[in-house]
């Protein structure tokens, strides 16, 4: 899950712009009012938006990696916790000056990161990394379906359930049912962050709203956290490595992907988002040594169309 991701206006979400490990960049990560989107050099951002999505899911399997030691409720735990740090200690937000609304949305919008990230840790402590991304993606690919509101929308939920029926077909090894639930459930608070984050960076200057919602993501996992690894958290190995998660998951991919968004237009950001299942793969084969069969790379790729697709003719609907 996912931590940074380009969200747009509820009324225009992209099915993958907000990653497995959530909480980046939100609607105000773009330039400011007034100020031009620079696409000169396309190659620079799109390699800076790659880079980010292989830190993130590499990100998550290095935590994967940590689950025998601190759980999956611990290390998501640490995670945000590490990572609303940091992210204070970078943004200071100000907490003057705002109304009980804004709060409310900030509530709403850190129970949904805190939760969602929750969700997705334990999804993978479950099912491969790839297929667990891969559901995951279906939340807010729904959404973007729904916002659309246009024929060639239902091709692309149809190409998305189409890979989710060949996940479902004995792949990796037949999956935890229990997983695919959590991926799901992940999911769909998934699309809840997009819409929450696109009102929290109307009323929050710069990166101010997330950052404080990662705090309050924090505060929601830590109990579970505390109750499932106690002590095991503030070990220096443990702590050492929780941080570097945080990096990869967090500071890392959320500041490559706040530079490409100075270059490059946000649908071509949202479609190269739309990669994140097929990387997510790759970091389980190389960092847990999950294997995929040919049906497994197949539904990865479905899904990877459907979400590029439904972002692309999305766009171009309301151009």
């Not at 907000?18 to 909480?23: I, L, P, Q, V």
């Not at 991304?133 to 998305?160: C, D, N």
């Not at 608070?189 to 984050?197: F, N, T, V």
Request: hydrophobic share 55%; proline share 6%; glycine share 12%.
């Amino acid at each position: 899950m996912s931590d940074s991701r380009l969200t747009e206006t509820a009324s225009a979400p992209p099915p993958a712009s907000a990653t497995a490990d959530r909480g980046g960049p939100g609607p105000d990560a773009g330039p400011a009012p007034g100020r031009p989107r620079y696409t000169a050099g396309p190659l620079l951002p799109v390699a800076l938006v790659v880079g980010g999505m292989f830190s993130m899911q590499f990100g998550a399997a290095v935590a994967a990696l940590l689950f025998p030691q601190a759980g999956a409720a611990g290390m998501v735990s640490l995670r945000l916790a590490l990572s609303a740090l940091l992210l204070l200690a970078l943004c200071r937000p100000t907490l003057r000056g705002y109304r009980r609304a804004d709060w409310a949305v900030i509530a709403g919008f850190g129970l949904a990161l805190g939760l969602m990230n929750m969700l997705f840790y334990q999804s993978i402590a479950r099912i491969p990394l790839g297929a667990a991304v891969t559901l995951e993606v279906l939340g807010p690919l729904t959404l973007s379906v729904l916002a659309a509101r246009r024929r060639i929308s239902w091709l692309w939920a149809g190409l998305a359930l189409a890979g989710v029926a060949l996940l479902g077909r004995g792949g990796f090894d037949g999956l935890n049912l229990a997983g695919v639930a959590y991926a799901l459930g992940a999911g769909a608070l998934w699309a809840a962050y997009i819409l929450l984050s696109a009102r929290a960076g109307s009323r929050f200057p710069r990166v101010d709203g997330l950052a404080l919602a990662m705090s309050v993501g924090a505060v929601v996992s830590l109990p579970f956290g505390v109750a499932e690894a106690g002590a095991t958290l503030v070990e220096p190995r443990i702590l050492a490595l929780g941080a570097a998660v945080a990096v990869l998951s967090s500071v890392l991919p959320y500041s490559l992907e706040l530079l490409a968004l100075r270059r490059l237009p946000a649908a071509a950001f949202a479609i190269l988002m739309s990669l994140a299942p097929a990387i997510a793969a790759v970091a389980g084969l190389v960092v847990l040594d999950q294997r995929m069969g040919v049906l497994e790379a197949l539904a990865i790729a479905l899904v990877v169309a459907a979400s590029a697709g439904a972002v692309a003719t999305g766009r171009r609907g309301r151009s």
